[in-house]
């Protein structure tokens, strides 16, 4: 099962992106899902993360309040609206979907599911 990622490209600082993260192969409402983003040289690291319901969310501290991340079960989907960017928002972004999740966080534990990724490049 393929997740597949799309809404990345090219920004200059300050403005906006919104990614979307979809699948036809499976139901995304029995799985925590998040976005993971790594940048040249740098490890993985998460993003945002979203419960099956959509009530409970996790922010890294460098997107608070800039990034917001929700669902739509009914259509399988989920965004990453992006606000205010950053050059150092600059990475490959990916979305996950798991059955696992870190209890505190929601946070997929990155064993079922990833998409291939999509770039966000925001230029300064």
């Known amino acids: 099962v393929q997740l597949v990622e799309s809404g990345g490209g090219l920004v200059q600082t300050g403005g906006s992106l919104r990614l979307s993260c979809t699948t036809s192969?499976?139901?995304?409402?029995?799985?925590?899902m998040g976005w993971f983003r790594q940048a040249p040289g740098k490890e993985r690291e998460k993003v945002a993360c979203?419960?099956?319901?959509?009530?409970?969310?996790f922010y890294v501290d460098s997107v608070k309040d800039r990034f917001t991340i929700s669902r739509d079960n009914a259509n399988n989907v989920m965004y990453l609206q992006m606000n205010s960017l950053r050059p150092e928002d600059t990475a490959v972004y990916y979305c996950?979907?798991?059955?696992?999740?870190?209890?505190?966080?929601?946070?997929?534990?990155?064993?079922?599911?990833w998409g291939q990724g999509t770039l966000v490049t925001v230029s300064s």
């Open positions: 996950a979907a798991d059955r696992g999740f870190e209890s505190s966080t929601y946070c997929p534990l990155g064993n079922d599911f």
């Open positions: 192969e499976l139901g995304l409402q029995f799985y925590v």
């Open positions: 979203i419960s099956h319901s959509g009530a409970s969310t």
